[in-house]
């Protein structure tokens, strides 16, 4: 049982969809996993759910009391005896074939370390089923230069060598609460490991309005920010002006995204001038500021206002140009 996966699933007041992201774990065509499902103080009817099912794979564990996320899945991954370890979350849904895609590039290349699957966006009733085309599929050698301004690594989803999660594990000392990924995958780069992203959607992702992203969102986002411009001056010695952080907190107007724009654009030049980056990186690295900077404008600007205005912006104009030539996503 060589290739045994250790599935971990944190659980806190999922009753509403906690049978349909279970069902699909249990489901997969790849069999050989323990399924560690941790109850972190709900007050629901979610343990009732959980004993529901009779099947050897589940491991249940409970705490005592609501522990949090960092502390709980600290406390999976050191539960795991698995080769590779898998994240799940309570309220999304596994396609049926994620494991076995996942095993297979981590058997076709020693050399990965982590392996990521592209989404699609489900809507909270299960209604809506939307391809997140937000995070393009990027390379380990583009992404861990860009992967501090945009996570690209879907959290319920991914697969890591068990090695290596119980080596770095989550952050625990309160700084940061609410994107214990984004430091953990960034943590993982700095060090020189290797993450595949598998050009396939495999998670269907609920975008549900009691979510830490939804309800943690402004706090969250100037934490992350801190973070970012800490990290960048420090694994890089890459300073930012102060005007591109301030327009980073606040990037809802126009001229804060021409800012952001420009300043990213040097700075991608300077990881190109600076590091030995292949033409793929390269050509990945602006395919991810275009999709960057057009879903940012998506999402703050209804009307076509900022767009006529950033193609004013001569780059911009040239990399939108390469987005629809090359049938970016």
């Known amino acids: 049982m060589s290739n045994l996966i ?11 969809f906690l049978p349909e992201a279970i069902d699909s774990i249990l489901n997969q065509t790849y069999k ?3 399924f560690i499902i941790i109850n972190d103080g709900s007050t ?5 759910i959980i004993m529901s099912y009779i099947d050897s794979r589940i491991v249940y564990l409970k705490n005592d009391s609501n522990l949090k996320l960092i502390k709980t899945l600290n406390k999976g991954i050191m539960a795991a005896r ?4 898998a994240r799940m979350d309570a309220d999304d849904v596994a396609i049926n074939n994620l494991f076995a895609r996942e095993v297979e590039v981590f058997e076709q290349n020693k050399n990965v370390d982590i392996v990521n699957v592209l989404t699609y966006n489900l809507s909270e009733d ?4 939307r391809p997140n085309r937000a995070r393009p599929c990027i390379s380990s050698e583009a ?5 501090v301004f945009q996570n690209l690594i879907t959290h319920p989803g991914v697969m890591v060598k068990a090695e290596l999660m119980k080596e770095y594990q989550y952050l625990d000392d309160g700084t940061v609460v609410h994107f214990e990924d984004y430091d953990l995958w960034n943590r993982m780069f700095a060090d020189g490991k290797y993450c595949h992203t598998i ?4 998670i269907k992702y609920r975008l549900s309005s009691t979510s830490i992203n939804a309800t943690q969102s402004a706090k969250r986002w100037d ?11 420090a694994r890089f010695d890459y300073m930012f002006p102060d005007s591109f952080w301030r327009a980073y907190r606040n990037s809802e107007s126009i001229n804060a995204q021409i800012l952001i724009f420009n300043n990213l654009k040097k700075y991608i030049n300077w990881i190109i001038n600076n590091n030995r980056i292949s033409s793929r990186g390269q050509k990945e690295l602006y395919k991810w500021l275009t999709n960057f900077m057009l879903f940012n404008a998506k999402c703050y600007f209804q009307n076509e206002n900022f767009v006529n205005k950033m193609l004013t912006v001569p780059w911009f104009s040239y990399l939108v140009c390469l987005h629809f030539i090359n049938n970016f996503e």
């Open 82 to 85: 698995g080769k590779y370890i």
């Open 199 to 202: 050009n396939e959607r495999l």
């Open 44 to 48: 629901d009817r979610s343990e009732e």
């Open 143 to 147: 992404m861990t230069f860009i992967n």
């Open 32 to 34: 050989n996993f323990e």
């Open 223 to 233: 934490h992350i920010v801190n973070y970012t411009e800490k990290y960048i001056s």
């Open 6 to 16: 250790s599935v971990i699933m944190p659980v806190y007041n999922a009753e509403p």
């Open 126 to 129: 299960g209604t809506i089923l």
